[in-house]
């Protein structure tokens, strides 16, 4: 996956601003097998298409609860962009927080987006569960600043797991809604999704019908890009499967959610079609594709893991790219917001 090139889908821009890739990921939690294969891993290609941008947003964390240990969640979420393949000398990478613009446009994006429009987002019904009136404002807004995220540099790309699709629906028709009600035609470009690679979804190891999280309780649930070896082939002998051979058609894998999801966590990894990956174990017992796809899960995050903790060692080092990534973050988003403020009237 990683070095093929990638076909993304040509997007409405008809004022023709310069195409650029954005994508972040919280600093919340452990980052897992989700995390990489639905994003991250899918951002190294792309950085060789189109100028990119990958954030470490901060600001989305805190819409839970603050964190006690945020600037080392922080630092850790961008050494983790760096061990998977993004170059911060090609690729901007940088901490929301240190970008004022993304806070500001949140706030004229704010008036824009409407009650109803967020009303409908499944993550916030999921993320509230039964206590709406409970959590806080920003987690209702989460969509909003997502969107000004993307709209602060007119980012035309934005590579997510299959999950934040909704999200990216919503910034598509804010961005509409701006351009129609101030009458700027083309001033934000239509954000596209890229959901890339064949697992855009990796579900939970004990529930093939939930996705894999960070929030879960059970830690057997996820696969840490920080686990030892030991401890990924264990989840994965561990995790939920069915009596039953591998075997059938991909429409009749789909019946079995714990099942397909391992195959396509194995296609991922493998970089290939599942199709591919289900004729090649036709037929064997999950015993035995579990421990090909525990020697094929630790062969790719074993030295992810380890260049993590090697850059983890000179934090003074992260903190240097991190700012460096937000010098240049605010030399696109500023003057973007200018204008921004300007087409909204302000003084
Ligand atoms: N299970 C997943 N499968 C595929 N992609 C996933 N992503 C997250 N989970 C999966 C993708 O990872 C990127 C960053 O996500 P985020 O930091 O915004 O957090 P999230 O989506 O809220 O991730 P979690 O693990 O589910 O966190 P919690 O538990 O805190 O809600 C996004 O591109 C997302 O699509």
Same mark, same amino acid.
């Given at each position: 996956?990683?070095?093929?090139?990638?076909?993304?889908?040509?997007t409405?821009?008809?004022?023709?601003?310069?195409?650029?890739?954005?994508?972040?990921?919280?600093?919340?939690?452990?980052?897992?097998?989700?995390?990489y294969?639905?994003?991250?891993?899918?951002?190294?290609?792309?950085?060789?298409q189109?100028?990119?941008?990958?954030?470490?947003?901060?600001?989305?964390?805190?819409?839970?609860?603050?964190?006690?240990?945020?600037?080392?969640?922080?630092?850790?979420?961008a050494?983790?962009?760096?061990?998977c393949?993004?170059?911060p000398?090609?690729?901007?990478?940088?901490?929301?927080?240190?970008?004022?613009?993304?806070?500001?446009?949140?706030?004229?994006?704010?008036?824009?987006?409407?009650?109803?429009?967020?009303?409908r987002?499944?993550?916030?019904?999921?993320?509230?569960?039964k206590?709406?009136?409970?959590?806080?404002?920003? $987690?209702?807004?989460?969509?909003?600043?997502? %969107? *000004?995220? =993307?709209?602060a540099y #007119?980012?035309?790309?934005v +590579?997510? &797991?299959?999950?934040?699709?909704?999200?990216?629906?919503?910034?598509?028709?804010?961005?509409?809604?701006?351009?129609n009600?101030?009458?700027?035609?083309?001033?934000?470009?239509?954000?596209?999704?890229?959901?890339?690679?064949?697992?855009?979804?990796?579900?939970?190891l004990?529930?093939?019908?939930?996705?894999?999280?960070?929030?879960d309780?059970?830690d057997?649930?996820?696969?840490? $890009?920080?686990?030892?070896?030991?401890?990924? %082939? *264990?989840? =994965?002998?561990k995790? #939920?499967?069915?009596?039953e +051979?591998? &075997?059938?058609?991909?429409?009749?894998?789909?019946?079995?959610?714990?099942?397909?999801?391992?195959?396509?966590?194995?296609?991922?990894?493998?970089?290939k079609?599942k199709?591919d990956?289900?004729?090649?174990?036709?037929?064997?017992?999950?015993?035995?594709?579990?421990?090909?796809?525990?020697?094929?899960?630790?062969?790719?995050?074993?030295?992810?893991?380890?260049?993590?903790?090697? $850059?983890?060692?000179d934090k003074?080092?992260?903190?240097?790219?991190?700012?460096?990534?937000?010098?240049?973050?605010?030399?696109?988003?500023?003057?973007?917001l200018?204008?921004?403020r300007?087409?909204?009237g302000f003084?």
């Amino acid at each position: 996956m990683t070095d093929q090139a990638v076909q993304t889908p040509a997007t409405s821009n008809p004022a023709g601003h310069p195409e650029r890739v954005f994508s972040g990921v919280q600093p919340t939690g452990n980052l897992h097998l989700g995390n990489y294969l639905g994003a991250i891993r899918n951002w190294v290609p792309l950085q060789d298409q189109r100028p990119s941008i990958f954030c470490v947003v901060d600001l989305h964390a805190i819409t839970a609860g603050f964190e006690p240990d945020l600037a080392d969640k922080t630092r850790e979420i961008a050494a983790a962009y760096i061990a998977c393949g993004i170059d911060p000398k090609k690729s901007i990478v940088f901490p929301q927080s240190r970008v004022s613009a993304h806070a500001e446009l949140a706030w004229i994006l704010n008036c824009v987006a409407r009650i109803g429009w967020l009303d409908r987002m499944t993550q916030f019904k999921d993320k509230a569960g039964k206590h709406k009136e409970r959590v806080s404002v920003g $987690l209702y807004a989460y969509p909003v600043l997502m %969107a *000004a995220d =993307i709209l602060a540099y #007119r980012a035309t790309h934005v +590579p997510v &797991g299959e999950d934040q699709k909704q999200h990216l629906e919503l910034a598509r028709d804010i961005a509409q809604k701006f351009n129609n009600d101030l009458n700027v035609p083309g001033f934000f470009p239509q954000p596209e999704p890229l959901i890339l690679g064949p697992t855009p979804r990796v579900m939970s190891l004990r529930d093939g019908k939930a996705k894999m999280s960070k929030s879960d309780a059970s830690d057997l649930s996820r696969i840490n $890009l920080k686990d030892s070896d030991e401890e990924i %082939a *264990a989840k =994965i002998r561990k995790a #939920r499967t069915d009596p039953e +051979p591998i &075997g059938g058609t991909m429409e009749e894998m789909d019946a079995r959610p714990e099942a397909s999801n391992l195959l396509g966590i194995y296609a991922a990894l493998a970089g290939k079609p599942k199709a591919d990956i289900l004729e090649q174990f036709e037929g064997a017992q999950f015993s035995t594709f579990k421990n090909e796809l525990a020697d094929l899960a630790v062969s790719v995050l074993g030295p992810i893991r380890q260049r993590m903790a090697a $850059l983890l060692t000179d934090k003074a080092e992260i903190d240097r790219v991190l700012e460096d990534g937000a010098a240049r973050a605010r030399a696109i988003a500023m003057p973007i917001l200018a204008e921004t403020r300007k087409a909204a009237g302000f003084l």
